[in-house]
């Protein structure tokens, strides 16, 4: 697999439909992307990625200080995921540099949304894509909350397709 460590030009990378095993995610996530300096955007949508691969995606995370665009959607990330986020980032002590993160189509529900916005309330992310999952008012009420209250930079999300908002 390509060496993301060392690579100077390679800006985006998309690896789509990909399933990966936990040494690849080693290799690509904690060991490449955690030291690649021009890599800004990452799409790993449709990877059959689960709430046990989540530990690899936030440890890369919390080094690169580039990766300004991650894909995720069409996996199989859940709350238990989403708490595995708000655990390592909640308390603002690790950050990241994201600015637009795509979860639309995975399995988070309303409790798991409600993490991942505790995940990010210390975060720069611009744009949310929360689509096609099973968020309700808790998640809504938490964005509501964190844009009030805690200057969240939080500009456009997208909840479209969820089970009923009131």
Do not use: W
Request: proline share 1%; net charge negative.
């Amino acid at each position: 697999m390509l060496d993301l460590r060392f690579n100077k030009k390679l800006t985006s990378l998309t690896l789509d439909f990909n399933e990966f095993d936990e040494e690849t995610l080693q290799t690509v996530f904690v060991d490449g992307v955690s030291e690649n300096k021009c890599l800004t955007t990452l799409s790993l949508a449709n990877c059959e990625l689960k709430d046990e691969h989540i530990p690899y995606i936030s440890e890369a995370l919390s080094h690169n200080t580039h990766l300004l665009t991650l894909n995720l959607s069409s996996n199989k990330l859940s709350s238990v995921g989403m708490l595995k986020l708000k655990d390592k980032f909640g308390d603002g002590r690790k950050s990241m540099s994201i600015r637009h993160l795509d979860l639309s189509s995975n399995l988070i529900d309303d409790q798991g949304g409600v993490y991942l916005i505790q995940a990010l309330h210390t975060q720069d992310i611009e744009t949310l894509n929360l689509k096609n999952n099973m968020v309700k008012d808790l998640t809504a009420a938490a964005v509501c909350h964190y844009v009030e209250t805690k200057g969240v930079r939080l500009k456009k999300i997208d909840l479209t397709m969820n089970q009923a908002i009131s």
